[in-house]
């Protein structure tokens, strides 16, 4: 699988390089991975691109844009899905990317956000997907000061597409994108004082630091008092369940341990990983 942060990377590489005269064409070449970078499960696509003077020739369609509100606005624009079209919003129905399509980090983040943007394209021309969506993304976060977004989910090339992607596909369609599930990006946006877009510490990525078992207890005390806050939880692939369809407490027992033991354990393979697991 390609991770979309390479397609935002390229984005931003082919946005800085406009600015001296270069820009970016695909080389079709694949970058060789060393393999101590690799785990037995890792499955890794790479491409390459070069910079040169000639301007690339558009031969693919230009990314689509949706917007999402998340509440009413003004008398022309209420809470909804919308499509950029001729300048303005187009209405796309009241159904819309849910804070539980969003990856669990960015949940929490996703109940202060207003709005969210999603940024399509065709699956066929994946390459020009990644790079045109990555250059969109990056110019909506540096578009206004008093605006900031967050990157909550995106497609891969596996098919096997997170929930937001997918609820995407669902909610717009494939006609406008050759029959096929398209590319996309979605990213969650609000307002942002000049204190936070001046920053340059850590404090808006401390919520990147959470397990999802933090950030299921952080989002339990908002329902129920602290003392019916578990101090453990555990996370389970699967919950067994009884003829009756109640939980096995038994077999979720023994689920839970197996899958402890099964972890596999990586051990420091190189000078640097050992001095920082030494810490």
């Known amino acids: 699988m390609l991770h979309f942060e390479v397609g935002h990377m390229l984005g931003l590489l082919g946005e800085a390089a ?29 491409t390459a691109a070069a ?3 000639k301007v690339p020739e558009k031969t693919h369609a230009a990314p689509e844009i949706f917007v999402q509100l998340h509440a009413d606005k003004d008398d022309r624009y209420q809470a909804g899905f919308y499509r950029c079209r001729d ?17 669990a ?8 956000a207003s709005f969210g943007v999603a940024l399509m394209a065709r699956r066929s021309e994946w390459y020009a997907a990644f790079v045109d969506l990555g250059r969109l993304l990056h110019r909506l976060q540096t578009s ?16 096997h597409e997170m929930k937001a992607a997918a609820r995407l596909s669902a909610l717009v369609g494939t006609e406008t994108f050759g029959g096929q599930a398209p590319m996309s990006y979605f990213a969650i946006g609000g307002g942002i004082s000049a204190e936070q877009r001046a920053s340059r510490g850590m404090e808006e990525d401390v919520v990147h630091m959470r397990g999802p078992a933090e950030i299921f207890k952080d989002d339990l005390r908002e329902l129920v008092p602290e003392y019916m806050v578990p101090s453990t939880v ?16 038994g077999s979720l027992r023994a689920v839970l341990d197996q899958e402890e033991q099964a972890k596999r354990i990586i051990p420091p393979r190189t000078s640097t990983e050992v001095e920082i697991a030494s810490i």
Do not use: C
């Open 87 to 103: 300048g303005g919003l187009e209405p796309h129905g009241n159904a819309m990317v849910r804070r539980k399509d969003v990856i």
């Open 51 to 53: 910079l040169r003077t």
């Open 18 to 46: 406009a600015r001296f005269g270069f820009h970016l064409h695909p080389t079709g070449d694949r970058a060789d991975i060393p393999e101590n970078w690799l785990s037995g499960d890792d499955h890794i696509v790479t």
């Open 105 to 112: 980090i960015n949940q929490a983040i996703y109940n202060r």
């Open 144 to 159: 206004h000061p008093a605006l900031g977004f967050m990157s909550s989910d995106y497609s891969f090339l596996s098919g």
């Open 234 to 249: 555990r996370i389970a692939s699967d919950i067994p369940l009884t003829p009756n369809r109640k939980i096995d407490l």
